[in-house]
């Protein structure tokens, strides 16, 4: 048992210990959907380390804002206005804040800011936020005995899961587009059953969906039964997938033969178009 590692239960403990500790997450079962289970025993061994991006830091310092402000603004730095980080000034600079923090631009601070007050200004989302405890980290073993983990954004006292997405456009068609492409419905059924596993009656699953750009509006969507029960039929797959790796010790890639590649089907199209 690492250091880092959680007895089963809910913990109150940074995002950094939660991501080092052991059990699958949904991201997990993510690389094993879109990659292989290959790839993710590569992130698992430290082979794979993703870069985060400006958007990815963004994000981070967001989520603190809006789950936690009373430790927020002591968790990032403001870059000063006309800073160049290839002069002598900008490299001091850099030197002075090389803390690990997160660095945002003076105008990125702002958006934050009001990204907040966007938030807490929506009726509906204040309500779902209310006297919820945030930054939950869920630890519990299944019915095969695999240690599971999630990380709630808050943690209600009723039936619901508040789920904060920050998004270029919250209309209906652009935020289904995410559902599917990040497998948001697959996060919402393993957040819930685990929830279940943990002694916790959690059944509804909402997104508090921001947009980064002004008027900074959000919206709230209750994602539907249906689209849950597909994402456990999904999670439950890859998790199974994932117990097969970890029973046999075999984690493979990509197929042993080969695999019939074509154009896209919007390719397709445009070439049926012209023609």
């Known amino acids: 048992m690492k250091e880092t590692d959680c007895v089963p239960g809910i913990h109150s403990i940074p995002a950094e210990r939660y991501f ?11 690389i ?3 990659k292989t289970p290959a790839h993710l025993k590569a992130k698992r061994d430290g082979f794979e380390i993703e870069e985060e991006t400006p958007a990815m ?9 809006l789950l936690e402000p009373d430790t927020y603004k002591n968790a990032f730095h403001v870059r000063p206005l006309e800073t160049k980080f290839n002069t002598k000034n900008g490299k001091q600079w850099l030197r002075e804040h090389d803390d690990g ?25 204040k309500r779902l936020l209310a006297d919820a405890i945030t930054e939950q980290s869920i630890f ?6 695999t240690l599971r983990k ?14 904060i997405k920050t998004c270029e456009s919250a209309s209906l068609d652009d935020f289904e ?23 916790i009656d959690k059944s509804v699953f909402f997104f508090i969906a921001v947009e980064k750009s002004p008027p900074y509006a959000v919206r709230c969507l209750q994602l539907d039964d249906t689209s849950i029960e597909i994402g456990r039929t999904l999670y439950r797959r ?32 445009k070439m049926e178009m012209a023609a």
Request: glycine share 4%; net charge negative.
């Open 238 to 269: 890859d998790l199974q997938i994932y117990r097969n790796c970890v029973e046999s010790g075999i984690w493979p890639a990509w197929e042993d033969s080969f695999t019939t590649a074509s154009l896209p089907a919007w390719e397709m199209r």
């Open 57 to 65: 830091k963004f994000g981070t310092v967001l989520h603190r804002a």
């Open 32 to 34: 094993i959907a879109d």
């Open 20 to 30: 080092a500790a052991s059990g699958v997450s949904k991201s997990d079962l993510d």
């Open 140 to 145: 519990v073993i299944d019915q095969n005995d």
């Open 101 to 125: 923090k997160p660095i945002l631009t003076h105008r990125e601070s702002l958006t934050i800011v009001a990204m907040v007050d966007s938030v807490y200004s929506h009726p509906f989302a």
């Open 177 to 199: 587009r995410m559902i599917s492409r990040y497998r948001y419905h697959v996060q919402a059924a393993y957040y819930i059953d685990n929830c279940k596993l943990a002694g």
């Open 150 to 163: 999630s990380r709630l954004d808050a943690l209600t006292k009723g039936n619901v899961i508040p789920d």
